[in-house]
């Protein structure tokens, strides 16, 4: 625009010089024209060069002579050299009412110039240094000052971009405090962490509050409430496991009544009141071991109220256990293998029969005779009734279920049919006239049951001989 404006003077200037008033661009023949203002040129200044201007450079303005090549904007528009002492006019490339000088930061876009708005497009809109800042055609972001991710509604700024510390959302109801927030966990504090305009709603730290109907201290715990804060009628301690009785709760003293008093999952454990003494039957015949002992309501499994047994680490010693053979004392009466148990089925015993007190004196029962024992045979003088000892020479080996002594023939009776030695009276022997003799025959049977059943027997006879005496 500047070089504009000077070629346009300079222009006039030369159009005015060389016009003048009809004047010829030749000198006349006699010599060259003097001018009016009398110096060696024909201008009408008072210097020596070709153009108009008062100085002596070869330019049409009247500044630097130093450059005479250069053309002025002739800033007071008088035509002709500057005189006004003004500088020049600063240039506005791109008509936005702002030069350079005025602080245009770019002079080739018309858009871009001090005071002008600021948009979403990278540049510095406005000429301050900053892009993008506050733009109006940004969208709105708002301040997430306690970091939890949600923003403050009130607190915003226009962007192009999230800028650091905002965020997108408008959705924090507690902008200073990073733990409130939508989605965030409910707690009993009085505040509505979540933001769903409840408060301490579905808490994760609420109390359970248990109904207390017996009026125990211990709550029934499936009657619970949970809540921040005490509900009415209701206690914070559970674990009643009857609500319906007052002496059944956690801790309680234990009875023998067939109840749980202390809930903990066990009736009538550790009672205080109508316990037994019980024993324990480590061998699980029924008997227990007196050394070994608890007080409780009842028998737990392995204990007996019987604390009798003599061995309870054998099931085949207990009172009242039939006797074996096997060197124990089966029954618990102190006597190992009594009743002949150790007697095998398989009798045996000595054949003959003898009588155990042969050779003694036998008593004779009535009148003056007298009865000798000789061998099997009794000799008598005048009796009616003799006495003598009956049995075997040895013990029967072996086990057998039972045994006795019977009377075949002839008049007799055993003291004690079932004895191994017993006494037998023979009777009915004696004479008629003196200086006679009468034999009388006897014969015992000793029968023996064996195990199996079948009886064996062996039999021993006696013969009284009765002599009368003159």
């Not at 550790?270 to 061998?283: N, S």
């Not at 004392?329 to 102190?334: S, V």
Request: charged share 30%; hydrophobic share 30%; glycine share 10%.
């Amino acid at each position: 625009m500047r070089s504009l404006t000077h070629m346009t003077l300079l222009s006039i200037l030369i159009c005015f010089s060389c016009g003048g008033e009809g004047a010829s661009d030749k000198e006349p023949a006699d010599g060259p024209v003097q001018d009016a203002d009398g110096d060696a040129d024909a201008d009408a200044d008072t210097d020596a060069d070709a153009d108009a201007d008062t100085d002596t450079d070869a330019d049409v303005d009247t500044d630097d002579t130093s450059a005479p090549s250069d053309v002025d904007s002739d800033v007071d528009s008088d035509g002709g050299p500057d005189d006004s002492g003004a500088s020049p006019p600063p240039s506005d490339v791109d008509g936005d009412g702002f030069s350079v000088e005025d602080g245009d930061c770019n002079d080739d876009n018309f858009r871009i110039h001090p005071g002008a708005d600021e948009v979403c497009n990278g540049l510095d809109d406005d000429c301050d240094t900053l892009i993008d800042e506050d733009p109006i055609d940004g969208d709105t972001f708002y301040a997430d000052l306690d970091g939890d991710g949600y923003g403050d509604p009130i607190d915003t700024t226009e962007a192009c971009s999230v800028p650091e510390g905002f965020v997108e959302n408008n959705d924090d109801c507690a902008a200073d405090d990073a733990t409130t927030y939508p989605g965030a966990v409910e707690i009993c504090d009085d505040l509505d962490n979540d933001c769903d305009a409840a408060v301490d709603e579905e808490a994760e730290d609420m109390m359970p509050w248990y109904l207390d109907a017996d009026l125990d201290g211990f709550g029934d715990d499936a009657m619970v409430v949970m809540s921040c804060d005490p509900v009415a009628d209701r206690i914070a301690r559970g674990g009643d496991c009857d609500d319906s009785e007052v002496t059944v709760f956690p801790g309680a003293a234990e009875f023998c009544d067939g109840i749980d008093n202390d809930c903990d999952g066990i009736v009538d454990d550790d009672a205080i009141f109508g316990t037994r003494t019980w024993y324990q039957d480590k061998d699980g015949d029924g008997y227990g071991d007196a050394s070994s002992m608890y007080f409780g309501c009842g028998p737990r499994p392995g204990w007996v109220i019987d604390a009798t047994d003599c061995d309870d680490a054998l099931s085949s010693r207990y009172p009242g256990n039939p006797e074996s053979c096997d060197r124990v004392d089966n029954d618990c009466d102190t006597i190992i293998d009594e009743d002949d148990v150790c007697l095998s089925c398989d009798v045996d015993y000595p054949t003959p029969l003898t009588v155990v007190e042969a050779g003694a004196s036998v008593l004779v029962d009535g009148g003056s005779a007298e009865c000798t024992l000789s061998g099997y045979d009794y000799t008598c003088d005048d009796c009616d009734d003799a006495v003598t000892a009956l049995g075997v020479d040895a013990e029967l080996v072996g086990a057998y279920d039972s045994f006795e002594w019977v009377v075949t023939s002839g008049s007799a009776s055993i003291t004690t049919p079932t004895a191994l030695s017993t006494m037998i009276s023979l009777s009915g022997a004696g004479v008629t006239e003196p200086d006679e003799c009468d034999d009388s025959s006897y014969t015992v049977e000793l029968q023996v049951t064996e195990c199996s059943g079948s009886v064996r027997t062996d039999s021993l006879g006696f013969t009284v001989t009765c002599c009368g005496v003159d």
